[in-house]
């Protein structure tokens, strides 16, 4: 009776222990799959903010095989040196031209040796020497692709309204917009005198952020102002402009305020001039921030999808980043506007007349 007992008991014992066994390794594999997977979606969000010399549309990862078409690589170093990015095989290639060598890696290229060797620092950042760059990235050519947009849109609305004080075809969706931003933004914030001459950039600058920004919502994985060099030349535009439009009056509040004390003259003068570069800063960083903090968090919502693996999570998924889309999509006119209206707000202040202060 004893040794039944004894029996069942091992028995019942191992099937404890091979259930426990059995679970242990399928939550092992389950986590070394969801680790897998958050770096596959890591590398997945990195590639779609990164500028790069290639358009990948889709990547096999069984085949390993790319589907896109690459850029033209044109460098300066002691010359001309212009191929194709296909030669760099995404960075597993080394490329020789005029007797240099060149190697792809993180989307930046570096003269190497004929081994591709990099030497990295502490950091793991090669100090290998750079030749200057003046490739047509992803980024660069979806910039000529919207320029070119542009003006073939607004030549056909020119010419319509040429024929006609009512646009055709689609230049009556945007002709509400154009009159939108000379009556709301250009006039209140600049005024009539003035306004005319600051309108082919407010409109160029406002419609240049809305497209690029509806682009980056494409599977194009272009990322055009959520690259903070392009914000920076797009603020430093209205830095520029603001700077030469500038009046006496303006340049005098700025250094030598009319009506306050001397005192407070000289403490208030550093201050503004601070702010002078304060504004086109706070124009870049806001524009940057808001797009690429919407590309990572769209895109890893959607990777969520392939973490979950189940219909309830993947459902919920799609769904809030179906929601996240549409808001994006009111953020990508949102940032367009605000851009805008802040350019032609600084141009009012700098061509701005003061003479009741001067009467006081």
Wanted: zero cysteines; hydrophobic letters at 50%.
């Amino acid at each position: 009776m004893q040794s039944k007992f004894l029996i069942k008991f091992l028995t019942f014992f191992i099937f404890l222990f091979t259930v426990n066994s059995f679970a242990q390794h399928e939550k092992v594999e389950s986590v070394d799959e969801k680790a897998e997977a958050k770096a596959e979606i890591k590398e997945a969000v990195y590639h779609h903010i990164q500028d790069s010399h290639e358009f990948t549309f889709f990547h096999d990862s069984e085949t390993g095989k790319y589907y896109g078409f690459s850029l033209p690589v044109i460098l300066w170093d002691n010359g001309l040196h212009m191929f194709s990015a296909s030669k760099f095989h995404h960075g597993e290639e080394i490329v020789e031209s005029k007797g240099n060598y060149y190697k792809l890696y993180h989307n930046k290229i570096y003269k190497t040796n004929a081994e591709g060797e990099l030497e990295l620092n502490e950091h793991g950042h090669p100090e290998n020497e750079k030749p200057l760059d003046f490739s047509i990235t992803k980024n660069v050519f979806m910039i000529m692709v919207i320029g070119l947009l542009m003006f073939l849109l607004f030549s056909s609305l020119a010419k319509s309204l040429s024929k006609g004080s009512i646009a055709t075809g689609i230049g009556r969706f945007f002709e509400p917009i154009i009159l939108f931003i000379r009556d709301d933004i250009a006039i209140p914030n600049i005024g009539e005198e003035h306004y005319k001459k600051y309108m082919p950039f407010l409109l160029t600058i406002f419609f240049f952020i809305w497209f690029a920004n509806l682009f980056g919502l494409t599977p194009l994985s272009v990322n055009i102002t959520g690259n903070i060099a392009i914000t920076l030349a797009l603020a430093l535009l209205t830095f520029i402009i603001t700077q030469f439009s500038g009046n006496k009056n303006y340049w005098k509040h700025i250094f030598w305020m009319p009506g306050v004390p001397w005192p407070m003259k000289i403490i208030l003068a550093p201050i503004e001039l601070i702010g002078v570069f304060i504004k086109p800063f706070a124009l870049m960083i806001r524009l940057y921030a808001n797009i690429m903090a919407g590309h990572v968090v769209l895109m890893s919502i959607i990777g969520l999808v392939f973490i979950f693996k189940n219909w309830v999570g993947g459902s919920l998924t799609f769904l809030l980043a179906f929601v996240l889309s549409i808001l994006e999509l009111l953020v990508a006119l949102l940032q367009a506007y605000i851009f805008t209206m802040l350019s032609a707000l600084y141009f009012g202040f700098a061509v701005e007349e003061h003479e009741h202060e001067e009467a006081h």
